[in-house]
């Protein structure tokens, strides 16, 4: 079948430690994206990439990290910059960049 | 800049009842996307549809219908005879359509169906 995962559903940080999102897609879409997710709010973009070995910053990349070196994979690493990582965190993917977005099932990041 | 103002934090309807979905937005292009996503309990965002800024006719898909309202900046969203399946949060959302395809989203809106 063709989607998105993430794993982990639920991860759980340490206070200073980088911990890493992984989104997978079988798609063959070129762009990727992450949103952050708080309660109450609407989905705001962390980082997307249009093609493999590039990325931007979206709306809030700061305390976050990514890498783009396979067509399928777009990781984030929320590091311990990220002083309050708690939410629920969505990858998606489109064909192209103007395409529309699908979406993963999300990950939802705690600290301890 | 752009924005998606979706004012009805939560609506709640028994089953059957029609529940209609507020969005309007703010944006300086001619030219846009509006799309609205559905997120159900499990957390996953489902796509409903996306609608180019040129194409103003309106659209039914079941018991989905938008109307699109390019003269007041609106594109709502309305869920005929509810059923408790459809209890989720909606989104919308609009993008560009040159250079910058970033999508901005509203709050969303909450809906609960009753049995």
């Known amino acids: 079948d063709g989607g998105i995962t993430q794993s982990p559903k639920y991860l759980f940080r340490k206070e200073g430690q980088n911990v890493t999102l992984s989104c997978e897609q079988n798609?063959?879409?070129?762009?990727m994206y992450w949103y952050r997710q708080d309660p109450g709010q609407g989905l705001r973009l962390i980082y997307y990439?249009?093609?493999?070995?590039?990325?931007q910053k979206g709306d809030i990349a700061e305390g976050y990290s990514v890498s783009r070196e396979k067509k399928e994979s777009f990781p984030l690493t929320v590091t311990s910059a990220q002083k309050n990582p708690t939410a629920f965190y969505l990858c998606?993917?489109?064909?192209?960049?103007?395409?529309?977005?699908?979406f993963g099932p999300g990950t939802r990041l705690l600290v301890l | 800049a752009q924005k998606v103002t979706q004012a009805q934090t939560e609506i709640s309807v028994v089953e059957k009842e029609d529940v209609t979905l507020d969005c309007v937005y703010e944006t300086r292009d001619t030219t846009y996307y509006l799309f609205w996503y559905k997120q159900p309990p499990s957390g996953e965002l489902v796509f409903l549809i996306r609608r180019n800024s040129f194409d103003e006719q309106n659209e039914i898909s079941g018991r989905y219908s938008w109307n699109f309202q390019k003269s007041t900046s609106s594109f709502n969203f309305t869920i005929t005879a509810s059923q408790v399946v459809d209890s989720a949060v909606y989104f919308c959302?609009?993008?560009?359509?040159?250079?910058?395809?970033?999508?901005?989203f509203g709050a969303g809106t909450t809906v609960t169906v009753r049995a």
């Open positions: 959302a609009l993008s560009r359509t040159l250079n910058d395809y970033k999508l901005s």
């Open positions: 990439s249009q093609i493999v070995n590039d990325f």
């Open positions: 998606a993917s489109s064909p192209a960049q103007q395409e529309t977005q699908y």
């Open positions: 798609l063959n879409h070129d762009a």
